[in-house]
């Protein structure tokens, strides 16, 4: 898969650590069965314009993430 740096803008963030800046990036990468013998693979990033994880492998996938989602007030993993 190949993603060009400029498209990565959305996802960047920044973050502080021993004096300086760095710039950051949430990934969430993850196998699920879905079936006897059958499984799904995900690779989602955290869009900080839109606060939600987008789903970026497999391409053109259809339906939600099987990730767990965060509540990230309570930093609680729950099912949607």
């Not at 973050?15 to 006897?36: K, M, P, W, Y």
């Amino acid at each position: 898969m190949d993603i060009l740096f400029a498209e990565l803008t959305p996802y960047l963030g920044s973050t502080i650590a021993h004096d300086c800046e760095l710039q950051t990036l949430l990934v969430q990468n993850g196998s699920f069965e879905i079936g006897r013998n059958q499984w799904r693979n995900e690779v989602l990033l955290r869009n900080r314009a839109t606060d939600q994880w987008d789903v970026i492998y497999p391409l053109g996938s259809i339906g939600p993430s099987s990730f767990p989602k965060m509540d990230d007030d309570s930093a609680r993993i729950s099912r949607a």
